[in-house]
């Protein structure tokens, strides 16, 4: 499992997994949870130490990786570029050198996905992205293991995405592959995902301009803020260029009658989603937050104990 760089399978992009592996995660992300809330006492990870880097600022993030590694016996740190010398110019090559020869594996949160690929190429233990401006990978398992709660298998289903084709599109286009699911992205003119995600994803994928078109029929509809962290100063500009791009009661009605609604948090309601549909039944956006933490236990334990 999990794509190799040196000697260590790290997670990197949902890509990394074949669909086997994926959705053996899956499977076991939804056991480990089963087992928490019975009480079941179980630490594959005692005396195991994760290193989590934040350059971004994080609340499901940092919760779920520092209380999932609590859960399986182990230890987290928290290590912003205030704390290390990541942030005073130490080549990331270096940091990686010296921070994975102490702990059993590294998280790192930050804005270029050449900087977890830089540092897992010269780490001695597993690197799981965390978030980058390209993908968020962890949270994409998250929102399929909620979506199998609920529904079942996605395979064949259709999916929307609604907004900017960022980070988390990019995410749900290599899932769309892995899952083999059928996404339709709905963004304005000029906010469409990188092209080699569309050109990879092939016919799993198509790109359309109006929102109610992309959730006909859709089994679920996703969505995410219009201007993501490091955006703020676009803020009026994304408004504009986004502002028929909401996810109301209008585009909820236009998918399945069961059709789930996600977002990966934080929200604002009124801007990308309506507090209509955010807080109405369709809505599993809590679920799909609390299962960040039982989808990265599975994969924790997966990349640090393989053979538990």
Same mark, same amino acid.
């Given at each position: 499992?999990? !794509?190799?760089?040196? &000697?260590?399978?790290?997670?990197?992009?949902?890509?990394?997994?074949?669909?086997?592996?994926?959705?053996?995660?899956?499977?076991?992300?939804?056991?480990?949870?089963?087992?928490?809330?019975?009480?079941?006492?179980?630490?594959?990870?005692?005396?195991?130490?994760?290193?989590?880097?934040?350059?971004?600022?994080?609340?499901?993030?940092?919760?779920? +990786?520092? !209380?999932?590694?609590?859960?399986?016996?182990?230890?987290?740190? +928290?290590?912003?570029?205030?704390?290390?010398?990541?942030? =005073?110019?130490?080549?990331?090559?270096?940091?990686?050198?010296?921070?994975?020869?102490?702990?059993?594996?590294?998280?790192?949160?930050?804005?270029?996905?050449?900087? $977890?690929?830089?540092?897992?190429?010269?780490?001695?233990?597993? $690197? %799981?992205?965390?978030?980058?401006?390209?993908?968020?990978?962890?949270?994409?398992?998250?929102?399929?293991?909620?979506?199998?709660?609920?529904?079942?298998?996605?395979?064949?289903?259709?999916? *929307?995405?609604?907004?900017?084709?960022?980070?988390?599109?990019?995410?749900?286009?290599?899932?769309?592959?892995?899952?083999?699911?059928? /996404? &339709?992205?709905?963004?304005?003119?000029?906010?469409?995902?990188?092209?080699?995600?569309?050109?990879?994803?092939?016919?799993?994928?198509?790109? @359309? =301009?109006?929102?109610?078109? #992309? !959730?006909?029929?859709?089994?679920?509809?996703?969505?995410?803020?219009?201007? &993501?962290?490091?955006?703020?100063?676009?803020?009026?500009?994304?408004?504009? *260029?986004?502002?028929?791009?909401?996810?109301?009661?209008?585009?909820?009605?236009?998918?399945?009658?069961?059709?789930? +609604?996600?977002?990966?948090?934080?929200?604002?309601?009124?801007?990308?989603?309506? #507090? &209509? $549909?955010?807080?109405?039944?369709?809505? @599993? $956006?809590?679920?799909? !937050?609390?299962?960040?933490?039982? *989808?990265?236990?599975?994969? /924790?334990?997966?990349? %640090?104990?393989?053979?538990?």
């Amino acid at each position: 499992m999990l !794509a190799p760089t040196n &000697s260590c399978r790290h997670f990197l992009k949902l890509s990394d997994l074949t669909a086997e592996e994926a959705r053996s995660l899956i499977d076991r992300a939804i056991e480990l949870k089963r087992m928490h809330k019975s009480g079941e006492d179980y630490r594959p990870l005692a005396h195991r130490t994760l290193a989590m880097i934040f350059e971004k600022s994080s609340t499901r993030t940092r919760v779920s +990786f520092e !209380a999932g590694m609590f859960q399986l016996g182990g230890h987290a740190l +928290f290590l912003s570029p205030r704390d290390t010398q990541l942030g =005073r110019g130490e080549p990331i090559e270096d940091s990686a050198r010296v921070i994975s020869r102490m702990v059993d594996a590294v998280m790192i949160r930050t804005f270029k996905q050449e900087t $977890v690929e830089r540092f897992a190429a010269h780490s001695e233990v597993p $690197v %799981i992205n965390g978030l980058t401006d390209r993908l968020h990978p962890c949270q994409t398992i998250a929102d399929l293991q909620t979506f199998y709660e609920h529904r079942g298998d996605i395979r064949g289903k259709r999916v *929307a995405w609604i907004g900017d084709g960022n980070n988390m599109c990019h995410s749900f286009m290599e899932a769309a592959q892995l899952f083999d699911f059928e /996404l &339709s992205i709905a963004c304005p003119e000029g906010y469409e995902p990188d092209t080699d995600f569309m050109e990879a994803a092939g016919d799993r994928c198509t790109l @359309v =301009r109006d929102p109610q078109e #992309a !959730a006909a029929g859709a089994h679920l509809v996703a969505t995410d803020v219009w201007a &993501s962290m490091g955006q703020e100063e676009e803020q009026t500009r994304r408004e504009t *260029a986004f502002g028929s791009f909401q996810v109301d009661d209008a585009v909820m009605a236009r998918a399945s009658k069961d059709a789930l +609604f996600m977002h990966c948090l934080p929200a604002h309601r009124g801007e990308e989603v309506s #507090a &209509s $549909v955010i807080d109405g039944p369709q809505s @599993v $956006v809590w679920d799909e !937050a609390e299962n960040r933490l039982h *989808a990265q236990k599975a994969l /924790l334990e997966r990349l %640090i104990a393989p053979h538990q």
